[in-house]
């Protein structure tokens, strides 16, 4: 069983990957980077429970181009996970993770399965001294994107220089902000929840 926030739809290519995309946010993440945006995440207890055949029966669908493991701190639960990552690349489709570890700390053979099964994988921790809001996939500088060069996406594109999010707007009318806005775009995001409000 593994212990996750959310499991969504979500389309945005600079904060997730290309297409239409499974992206799954796992509970619990024993990092503790000093300035995670993500720190309700660090608690693996306080997760909903979810099981392999919900994520599969997710990613079946013939819209869905691939899966997307963000955190809180996918590897923890990378045997969990492995099941699940491995169908949905038999059905064809890519993995994008987002791990806060770098390569050499990935210490259990599942972590480094996950890792290598992966198309593409952001490495590292966030640091708040080498914050850049305007890289893709990427928080800080010191983190690294790798492109697995037999993937299904070697010939994906990392494009910087953007400050993306991406705004949700929930049926009870509150909002779901993803990525972290710069100051203009918190200045946009104050003026539309007052103008909603
Ligand atoms: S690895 Fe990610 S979720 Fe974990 S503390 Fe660092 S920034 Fe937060």
Redesign the pocket.
Request: net charge neutral; charged share 15%; with cysteine.
């Given at each position: 069983m593994i212990s996750h926030h959310s499991l969504d739809i979500k389309q945005n290519n600079l904060l997730y990957g290309p297409g239409k995309r499974a992206v799954l946010f796992t509970q619990g993440?024993g990092?503790?980077?000093p300035g995670?945006n993500?720190q309700h995440?660090?608690k693996r207890e306080e997760g909903k429970p979810l099981y392999t055949r919900q994520i599969t029966e997710l990613c079946a669908d013939s819209d869905i181009d691939g899966i997307t493991l963000h955190?809180?701190?996918p590897t923890e639960q990378a045997e969990e996970l492995l099941p699940a990552v491995k169908e949905i690349k038999d059905m064809g489709k890519n993995v994008i993770l987002f791990t806060?570890r770098k390569v050499e700390q990935l210490a259990t053979p599942a972590q480094r399965e996950l890792a290598d099964i992966s198309d593409i994988v952001k490495y590292g921790?966030?640091i708040e001294a080498e914050q850049d809001l305007y890289l893709h996939f990427r928080g800080s500088k010191n983190q690294k994107v790798c492109i697995n060069p037999k993937g299904a996406l070697k010939n994906y594109e990392i494009q910087d220089g953007t400050n993306t999010v991406l705004l949700t707007v929930n049926e009870d009318g509150s909002i779901t902000v993803n990525g972290m806005p710069d100051a203009e775009m918190y200045k946009l995001l104050e003026e539309y929840t007052q103008g909603n409000s």
């Open positions: 993440c990092l503790k980077c995670c993500n995440l660090w955190g809180g701190e806060g921790p966030y």
